[in-house]
């Protein structure tokens, strides 16, 4: 077991979310120094475009970053009361929240700003834990395939940057770099789904304990949204809990 799989709910909300304002600056300022791209989220994760953070302003409390290079989305995003920002810089998964954005002059020419995050989650990529889901009640994931075929599957494990799902038999059309569109599932105990997009990484035949050979398809998050993320997280550190108690 990993050493964070060992932490409580309240142990990693303390050690991965930044609350200094100035450790947020120096962050965020590093990242535009970089151009590192950002995934920016709105209308609660149903639409997002990719952006460049440009620049931190802490005289005005504000982050600067690009437009999207669509009209009609920079005015829907215009329309968002609340954002969320996906990046992973080095390896290292980062994301905040922010409020509603406006248009700025920066430099000669249009761009976003939004007032500075309060909060910042920042994990390392070996800090993306993966748990074996429970297999009493198995986490069920459903998505549709090219050609309108529809995709059933038990969830094997998850981490908050993917999941993998178990199968007896591999779909047809599944391979490598397959893009799924309209993904869900439900976390126990929560009556709200969690939806997605999703690209299929790997397909693994492999041999189970009962001698069947099963297959194992990892597939990784597209665009999920921060906040449900952090209901994933939740949930692993929930499942492990219990698993410590139970041992």
């Known amino acids: 077991m990993s050493q964070l799989a060992q932490l409580s709910e309240a142990e990693i909300e303390d050690r991965f979310h930044i609350r200094s304002r100035t450790a947020i600056q120096f962050l965020l300022a590093n990242f535009a120094r970089q151009g590192t791209p950002f995934a ?120 908050v940057s993917g999941i993998g799902l178990a199968a007896a038999a591999l779909p047809d059309g599944a391979g490598p770099g397959l893009s799924l569109e309209g993904c869900r599932f439900a976390l126990p105990e929560e009556g709200r789904a969690l939806f997605f997009a999703a690209t299929l990484r790997h397909c693994t035949e492999r041999e189970a304990r009962n001698g069947c050979r099963q297959w194992r398809l990892g597939l990784q998050f597209s665009n999920l949204p921060a906040t449900d993320a952090n209901r994933i997280q939740r949930y692993i550190a929930r499942v492990e809990h219990e698993r410590r108690e139970l041992s």
Not at 60 to 74: A, H, Q, T
Not at 96 to 109: C, D, L
Not at 141 to 153: K, Q, T, Y
């Open 40 to 159: 920016v989220q709105f209308r609660g994760g149903q639409e997002y475009f990719y952006s460049i953070l440009l620049a931190v302003q802490p005289d005005s409390g504000r982050l600067v970053f690009d437009c999207s290079g669509s009209p009609e989305n920079n005015r829907r995003f215009l329309d968002s009361e609340r954002n969320a920002f996906l990046g992973q810089p080095g390896g290292m998964r980062v994301q905040f929240s922010t409020g509603r954005a406006r248009e700025v002059n920066f430099q000669g020419a249009k761009a976003f700003a939004v007032p500075l995050p309060q909060v910042l989650l920042r994990l390392q990529r070996r800090e993306y834990f993966r748990i074996e889901t429970p297999q009493v009640r198995p986490l069920e994931f459903l998505a549709g395939l090219p050609g309108g075929a529809s995709l059933n599957l038990p969830v094997h494990d998850i981490s």
